[in-house]
């Protein structure tokens, strides 16, 4: 009996410990989410196209590294310049983190590291665009170094079984902090006058802020987060370069095609997703004719509603799995953005309907991909198979707006160009319906639920 007692209060400390890392591990979702929601989605921008402007010569070009680049192009090239880097650097880190099982230094120097230099958008004022497009690169290629790691530590402190539920709590809490920063910028930037600041100083604050945000609740998770130390101390394989170790992970995912089928369905649907984010607004402004003012509100209402998706569909993905829960929202998605094409010109009250439903999507979707594709990684490789899994998110997003920029040069219609992304969500429909996932569960050697 002494014995039970003694199991059973270990249990209890060890479900505790589970939970109280969890609850950790949510907030860093809570401290970079509001960068992605204030300053790539709203206002980095339309300030950086405005700074490089102001720096342009008489054809409207500048010239950084002696390159003559469109001014309103230079914005582009930069997040384009940072998924390259990102790129090469995800693996990198993904590999030193499963061999020294360090995760935690790796993640406070990359959370840290682009917290400074999004602060340091403050100083983003006259002609200083090489300086907004350096920060720029920086704080996207940490964010990018940070979520690798960020995310291969699902695996460890949720058991199969509240992966779903998990992944979901973080997405909600991210799209929530996003969402409360983002009234707070509205507020201010809506209001610079009575505050007696200029615009553009609005807009530098309300950048600096979302660095000041990341890097103050980025404590949180540190506390919380522990280490597993995957190879022993001064082990032969921890001096392995980063690069060696990324070849034999692809290897070793070769011998896993059916997780490689999972990212390839994921590389396409979740591009059709990223260039919704990423053109809606063009969308509105120039084919619907909104204002800014419209937008910004629309853009509130997608995070609010992808809390309520988010958590919503976890709940969904317990009684029907998160494979057929996703495959519900890629239905979702294809109709949401069909119906976009119909929508009238003026109309904000239109739009505001198609960012709701692409709100009630949105989270649930990202949150039920992440935690599903946990289960298809083998134990003690997570952060490298997740760098994979990152560079499926940012390495590929050129295919969505290629095709969304071809489809607008042949048609010269914003409609046909929005339209053309549906084949994003019906061939990624049809990629993740052909994979068994429960086979792949168990290829990559982890337990079997009955529902996944």
């Excluded at 929508?343 to 505001?352: E, N, Q, R, T």
Aim: hydrophobic share 50%.
């Amino acid at each position: 009996m002494g014995s039970d007692t003694v199991r059973a209060e270990t249990a209890g400390d060890d479900a505790e410990q589970r939970r109280r890392e969890q609850r950790g591990w949510y907030f860093y979702d809570w401290a970079c989410s509001v960068y992605s929601t204030s300053v790539l989605t709203v206002f980095l921008g339309p300030y950086l196209t405005a700074v490089a402007k102001s720096a342009a010569d008489a054809d409207g070009f500048v010239h950084p590294l002696g390159i003559p680049v469109r001014a309103g192009a230079f914005f582009a090239y930069t997040v384009s310049a940072s998924v390259i880097i990102s790129i090469l650097v995800m693996p990198l880190a993904g590999a030193a983190a499963d061999r020294t099982g360090r995760k935690k230094p790796l993640l406070a120097i990359s959370a840290y590291l682009g917290a400074a230099a999004t602060a340091g958008m403050f100083f983003l004022d006259g002609d200083r665009y090489l300086l907004g497009g350096f920060l720029l690169v920086v704080a996207n290629a940490s964010l990018a170094v940070s979520m690798v790691l960020y995310n291969s530590y699902l695996p460890q402190i949720a058991p199969p079984e509240e992966r779903d539920a998990v992944s979901s709590r973080g997405w909600a809490f991210g799209y929530a902090s996003g969402a409360l920063v983002l009234v707070a910028n509205l507020v201010l930037y809506s209001g610079h006058d009575s505050f007696g600041v200029s615009e553009s100083t609005a807009v530098r604050i309300c950048l600096a802020s979302a660095g000041v945000w990341w890097g103050a609740f980025t404590l949180v998770p540190l506390r919380r987060l522990r280490d597993r130390r995957t190879a022993p101390a001064g082990d032969a394989a921890a001096a392995v370069p980063g690069w060696r170790q990324l070849v034999s992970t692809v290897r070793d995912m070769r011998r896993r095609p059916l997780t490689l089928s999972f990212l390839l369905a994921y590389l396409v649907y979740n591009d059709g997703i990223q260039t919704v984010i990423s053109q809606a607004s063009v969308y509105g402004s120039e084919e619907l004719g909104l204002d800014q003012s419209t937008l910004i509100v629309a853009v509130l209402l997608v995070q609010v509603l992808a809390v309520a998706g988010a958590l919503a569909m976890g709940r969904l993905a317990r009684t029907y799995g998160a494979k057929n829960t996703i495959l519900g929202s890629l239905i979702a998605w294809t109709f949401t953005i069909g119906a976009g094409y119909f929508l009238p010109s003026g109309a904000p009250v239109w739009f505001f309907a198609l960012a709701a439903g692409i709100g009630l999507v949105l989270g649930g979707t990202q949150a039920l991909s992440r935690s599903l594709f946990s289960h298809l990684v083998p134990a003690g490789k997570e952060a490298e198979y997740y760098s994979a899994y990152e560079m499926s998110d940012r390495g590929m997003s050129w295919l969505g707006p290629l095709v969304f920029g071809l489809a607008y040069q042949l048609t010269g219609s914003y409609r046909d160009a929005i339209v053309s992304l549906v084949a994003f969500f019906m061939i990624g429909f049809v990629l993740l319906a052909r994979v068994p996932v429960r086979q792949a569960v168990r290829d990559a050697g982890n337990p079997v639920l009955t529902r996944i």
